[in-house]
């Protein structure tokens, strides 16, 4: 069955950069998208970056424009999100998933999910 591994999260300062990696396996990626949903504590899931396969479509949430970047490697079946100037309130569980077709912001549209990376930024 579809796997997906995320790796790469950590304690970090204000400021400072992670670099998140997410491998896929255990299945065909062709024409999927894959993402990055984050939750912190008491606050609902929410979708923070997604790809689409051909890397032509992408999102980001508001909170995270101009900070963090989401790429892929289609032949590695990777996804990877680097966050820079990192903030306190970027501290969560960042889930890596994925779904066929474009990205969307409905949770229920996504069929695979990881077990999730904490990232915690310190002020």
């Known amino acids: 069955q579809v796997q997906l591994v995320e790796s790469g999260g950590g304690l970090v300062q204000a400021g400072g950069s992670l670099r998140l990696s997410c491998a896929a396996s255990?299945?065909?990626?062709?024409?999927?998208?894959m993402g990055w949903f984050r939750q912190a504590p008491g606050k609902e899931r929410e979708l923070t970056a997604a790809?689409?396969?051909?890397?032509?479509?992408?999102y980001y949430a508001d909170s995270v424009k101009g900070r963090f970047t989401i790429s892929r490697d289609n032949a590695k079946n990777t996804v990877y999100l680097q966050m820079n100037s990192l903030k306190p309130e970027d501290t969560a569980v960042y889930y890596c998933?994925?779904?066929?077709?474009?990205?969307?912001?409905?949770?229920?549209?996504?069929?695979?999910w990881g077990q999730g990376t904490q990232v915690t930024v310190s002020s």
């Open positions: 255990g299945g065909t990626f062709s024409g999927y998208t």
């Open positions: 790809i689409s396969w051909s890397g032509g479509t992408i």
């Open positions: 998933t994925a779904r066929h077709g474009l990205p969307v912001g409905n949770i229920r549209e996504y069929d695979h």
